[in-house]
């Protein structure tokens, strides 16, 4: 089965609101092993959305709309459904009669206007809406000869969800077909990299392994279609070991996985601290690492020690910024050893850089330096990152700072 997205709405088209829910329903559309070729704005006007719903409706088994089923002039959808379906609306009495109610509970008067929100075509059913006024519509009719399913969802995501839950997706005539998806989640490794390293795998379409960038690295995302769930699952997971055997250390962690959890577990395991001093990242490291529960049993705190009269009052060593420079590896290991010192932890992650965009102490712009200590290992490592701009120069020197960490303490 082949299903098409169309949101309505002017707002969507402005950049006033972001097309949240084409996204969530492409999710459980791609859960349900149902295939999405098309995913469509359209404004608030009617000739433009009677001739995108045209399109899909030649295309596709499925259309599913939300937005538009509001009691306003400007909302289409229930219009634009009933001409292209060729159907006259007509007040249903009990859907008149459900909203009338819900206005009387209110304590107010209902405008006529909202009338049209009680209406339906003679291939429609309506679809309860608990949480608004608006009832959605699932439709069934035969267009060009060919079986098509039209729903119309309320545009408000509070409304919209439920009601494709436990009103559409039971009326579905899908086949069992289900899809087994796990991401795994890398760093190091450049897209094309990756790409290289897994070869022929990134070819098959079932399973099939495709990658995206993202802050934290690389993802790798596989997905297996079957009759059912077990079947998919069996399916990929000769495709997970040869992942695993081909990206091996790179790995930092699968499915739902954040970084900085990964991290608390691994120091909680090992019953170890962690302090940060940071320079270009301005607490962005802090700011990740305490962003799980739990974080205060195994960091201990972190500053920024922005200038270098700042890094000396914490502990930095003057003369090594003075021989090497505060944007150095050197500088960068004396800050984490700072850190750890300070703070009384026992390891300290620290970042030094350029964010830019202007070079410091002839070093360029994305030059950025980490280093995590201990007393019995240290680690540092460069990067040269392109001089894009100073927000994704910080974001990606904190996230690296981040990795490096994590790929020091799986190797301890
Ligand atoms: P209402 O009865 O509230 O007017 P409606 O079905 O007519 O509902 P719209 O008027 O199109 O829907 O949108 C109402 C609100 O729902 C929007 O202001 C926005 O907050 C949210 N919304 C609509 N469409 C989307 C979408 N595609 N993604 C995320 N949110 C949306
Ligand atoms: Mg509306």
């Not at 200038?307 to 420079?325: D, M, N, Q, T, Y």
């Not at 950025?368 to 201990?374: Q, R």
């Not at 927000?391 to 020197?397: G, H, L, P, Q």
Request: glycine share 10%; aromatic share 6%.
């Amino acid at each position: 089965m082949r299903a098409e997205l169309l949101s309505v709405g002017t707002e969507l088209l402005l950049g006033e609101i972001i097309d949240t829910n084409s996204a969530w329903l492409a999710r459980d559309l791609a859960e349900l092993g149902i295939d999405v070729y098309w995913s469509l704005r359209v404004g608030d006007n009617l000739s433009r959305l009677k001739h995108a719903l045209t399109e899909a409706l030649a295309r596709s088994d499925l259309v599913v709309l939300s937005g538009g089923l509001g009691p306003t002039d400007d909302d289409l959808t229930r219009e634009a459904i009933a001409e292209i379906l060729g159907e006259t609306p007509a007040v249903d009495a009990g859907l008149e009669a459900h909203l009338r109610g819900f206005f009387d509970r209110l304590g107010r008067e209902m405008p006529e206007k909202n009338l049209k929100q009680a209406w339906l075509i003679p291939s429609a059913t309506a679809l309860a809406n608990p949480n608004g006024t608006a009832p959605g519509w699932y439709v069934e009719a035969q267009v060009g000869g060919k079986r098509r399913i039209v729903v119309a969802l309320p545009g408000p995501p509070k409304e919209m969800m439920p009601m494709w839950l436990s009103e559409v997706r039971p009326r579905l005539p899908v086949s069992q077909s289900a899809l087994f998806i796990h991401t795994f989640k890398t760093h190091g490794l450049g897209e094309s990299h990756l790409a290289e390293r897994l070869g022929a795998l990134t070819a098959q379409a079932n399973p099939s392994a495709a990658s995206y960038a993202k802050r934290d690295g690389v993802h790798l995302r596989v997905a297996a279609k079957a009759e059912t769930l077990d079947g998919a699952r069996a399916l990929a997971e000769p495709v997970l070991g040869r992942v695993r055997e081909l990206l091996g250390r790179h790995i930092w962690g699968e499915n739902e996985d954040s970084l900085p959890e990964v991290i608390r577990c691994r120091l909680e395991a090992r019953g170890k601290t962690l302090a940060v001093m940071e320079s270009l990242t301005g607490g962005l490291i802090a700011a990740e690492l305490t962003s799980v529960a739990g974080a205060s049993a195994v960091f201990r705190g972190g500053v920024v020690a922005y200038s270098a009269p700042a890094k000396r009052a914490l502990g930095v060593s003057g003369s090594i910024l003075e021989r090497f420079g505060s944007v150095s590896e050197e500088a960068a290991l004396e800050m984490a050893r700072a850190s750890a010192r300070q703070f009384g932890a026992d390891y300290g992650l620290a970042a030094t850089g350029v964010a830019g965009p202007h070079e410091i102490e002839n070093q360029p712009v994305g030059r950025v330096h980490l280093a995590v200590y201990a007393k019995e290992s240290r680690r540092t490592k460069s990067l040269g990152l392109p001089a894009l701009n100073r927000e994704m120069i910080r974001e990606r020197a904190a996230f690296a700072a981040l990795a490096l960490l994590w790929s020091w303490l799986e190797a301890l």
